[in-house]
């Protein structure tokens, strides 16, 4: 990757936690906390000591060793960010509620604790507390930001220690052409308009297992998914996970129970990230957003816990290990009011300035959309799209639009 | 305790004084990086670009610290772990990059704490000495480096939605 590509994917992802933290400070946290909203400020610093290292580089009279350090260090410091703002996750008063964190404050109070604390709820067996320092980081790097300095400042005004733990670093998609096949390979066959013959090819310790099922559904395989999504416009964002869950569960009571025996078994033996590919007949329905809803499985949407992807056979029957460069194409909607997606905005803005990407109209139907996607118009502009839904392991290219 | 979606509620608390470290993979702390980029810069002489006594400041505070993990190790505390978080956390971090490389660490360690103590001072530092230091920190962050690019990437669902 040459250092300008490489600085403007770290720019991006800079830019995306500007966003998100502009979005977090927009929340409502329980009681007021000011914790919630320093943690933001020292985010805000690290991503502004980024930005500042992506400047240097970009300077005609830095040499290109250096530059290209700088590029590493600012993509480190963004992954410092990305673990803060996880930290977040659950402050808020959506998530939880102050009739909660009010009695917890005056408990804390009570016992005469000074610190600046911050209240969180999440999936764990017990309650937790957790200490952070990150003093060394901050008087550490170089060229820290003054709004780091400052973050930094706030918090020892108050003798406060303000740490993190763990790592979670967001990853550029790869494409590897010459990477291992799935363990598990599903054919879907279309059995007239509502019923489906499933086949799969698991590769297991010691050699291959193969299986079938069928399913009937109610209604078509384009109207079963459909039933599926209908609420997502309307979605709002606290209950966007809920609601997807109740999906995923959806999907895996209609897949086959031969299939979900299977699953349960594959787990045992493949453990629980083995990757998966589906090649069905069928363009419409997710499969890949199943959520096993098994006791003590622990296991989430496919596609959280497995490399998975999906290729419509019907669609494209060649199966492909490399892709035509083509045109970048932004298809934002501009959607007014309450459905109004600013983040969406300001990413596409920065994809058509940064990446010179052609800003598109975003009223294409479905059927229009897949006609690019699918190239059939004979416009190259549709490999630029495919390149980015197949790069994104995203569905397939009726979800695009 | 459970809110009325049957979620835990945990607490999180800045603690006021209470030093500890922060629980980051070394290969991804940015700022152990610097220090020790900067800190080799200083020991050839060269000026950093924010000031040779924060530098050595932060050096030194590592390096003490994995010094003193180092003897009370030896010392066959069983609770240093606990006690000391900073320290074992410090030694372990030398341990970990450099067991293969130096016969008897420990000692190492402690040469270069003195070494950099007197370097503080601005006092006159033989050659050899710096050179000792100058090889200890380099081979640490070379270790750093490689780890950091030979770390497979994350998976997907590593991304919290």
């Given at each position: 990757m040459s250092?300008?590509?490489?600085?403007?994917?770290?720019?991006?992802?800079?830019?995306?936690?500007?966003?998100?933290?502009?979005?977090?400070?927009?929340?409502?946290?329980?009681?007021?906390?000011?914790?919630?909203?320093?943690?933001?400020?020292?985010?805000?610093?690290?991503?502004?000591?980024?930005?500042?290292?992506?400047?240097?580089?970009?300077?005609?009279?830095?040499?290109?060793?250096?530059?290209?350090?700088?590029?590493?260090d600012s993509e480190m410091i963004a992954n410092h960010a990305y673990i803060l703002l996880q930290k977040l996750d659950g402050t808020d008063a959506d998530q939880i509620p102050h009739q909660i964190v009010g009695p917890f404050q005056r408990w804390v109070d009570g016992l005469g604790i000074g610190n600046t604390i911050f209240f969180r709820a999440d999936h764990v067996a017990n309650y937790e507390l957790a200490r952070f320092d990150l003093r060394a980081l901050v008087n550490n790097v170089n060229d820290a930001s003054q709004s780091l300095v400052d973050a930094a400042e706030a918090t020892a005004i108050e003798g406060d220690i303000v740490s993190s733990p763990s790592e979670a670093p967001a990853a550029p998609v790869r494409v590897m052409p010459d990477a291992a096949g799935p363990s598990v390979t599903v054919m879907i066959f279309?059995?007239?308009?509502?019923?489906?013959?499933?086949?799969?090819?698991?590769?297991?310790?010691?050699?291959?297992?193969?299986?079938?099922?069928?399913?009937?559904?109610?209604?078509?395989?384009?109207?079963?998914?459909?039933?599926?999504?209908?609420?997502?416009?309307?979605?709002?964002p606290e209950s966007f996970r809920r609601t997807m869950r109740g999906v995923g569960e959806q999907l895996w009571r209609a897949a086959p129970s031969e299939f979900r025996d299977a699953y349960v078994t594959w787990r045992g033996l493949l453990g629980s990230n083995f990757p998966?590919?589906?090649?069905?007949?069928?363009?419409?329905?997710?499969?890949?957003?199943?959520?096993?809803?098994?006791?003590?499985?622990?296991?989430?949407?496919?596609?959280?816990?497995?490399?998975?992807?999906?290729?419509?056979?019907?669609?494209?029957?060649?199966?492909?290990?490399?892709?035509?460069?083509?045109?970048?194409?932004?298809?934002?909607?501009?959607?007014?009011?309450p459905k109004a997606l600013p983040s969406a905005k300001i990413e596409g803005a920065w994809v058509v300035s940064a990446l010179g990407a052609q800003q598109m109209e975003a009223k294409a139907t479905r059927g229009v959309t897949s006609h690019i996607v699918d190239n059939r118009s004979g416009d190259s502009r549709g490999d630029g799209l495919r390149k980015c839904t197949e790069d994104c392991l995203i569905r397939k290219p009726d979800e695009v639009s | 305790m459970l809110d009325g979606g049957n979620r835990m509620v945990p607490l999180y608390v800045w603690p006021r004084g209470d030093v500890m470290r922060f629980e980051m993979e070394p290969s991804q702390d940015l700022g152990l990086r610097h220090v020790l980029r900067n800190g080799i810069s200083v020991l050839q002489g060269i000026e950093p670009p924010h000031g040779r006594e924060r530098v050595l400041h932060g050096l030194l505070e590592i390096v003490s610290d994995a010094d003193r993990g180092a003897d009370v190790l030896n010392a066959q505390n069983l609770t240093f772990a606990l006690d000391n978080k900073p320290a074992f956390e410090r030694f372990s971090l030398f341990v970990r990059y450099l067991s293969d490389a130096f016969t008897d660490l420990p000692a190492r360690l402690a040469?270069?704490?003195?070494?950099?103590?007197?370097?503080?001072?601005?006092?006159?530092?033989g050659a050899e000495d710096v050179r000792q230091v100058n090889e200890l920190l380099t081979m640490l962050l070379e270790a750093l480096e490689r780890e950091r690019s030979l770390t497979p990437l994350p998976t997907m669902r590593d991304y919290n939605f």
């Open positions: 250092i300008e590509s490489a600085r403007q994917s770290s720019a991006f992802f800079l830019a995306r936690l500007e966003a998100e933290v502009a979005r977090l400070r927009s929340l409502t946290y329980p009681g007021h906390h000011p914790g919630p909203g320093m943690w933001l400020d020292l985010v805000s610093g690290l991503v502004d000591t980024g930005k500042g290292y992506l400047t240097k580089a970009a300077d005609p009279a830095v040499q290109d060793g250096d530059a290209s350090l700088l590029v590493k279309c059995n007239g308009d509502a019923s489906q013959r499933w086949s799969w090819q698991t590769v297991v310790p010691g050699g291959t297992a193969r299986g079938t099922g069928t399913i009937s559904l109610d209604s078509s395989h384009r109207m079963f998914a459909e039933s599926l999504l209908r609420a997502c416009p309307d979605m709002k998966i590919q589906f090649v069905t007949e069928d363009p419409h329905i997710p499969w890949e957003m199943m959520r096993p809803d098994v006791n003590g499985l622990g296991a989430d949407h496919l596609f959280f816990n497995h490399p998975t992807s999906r290729w419509p056979l019907s669609r494209a029957p060649l199966m492909r290990n490399s892709i035509p460069q083509g045109d970048v194409l932004s298809f934002v909607p501009d959607y007014n009011g | 040469e270069a704490k003195t070494t950099l103590t007197r370097v503080e001072a601005g006092e006159n530092v």
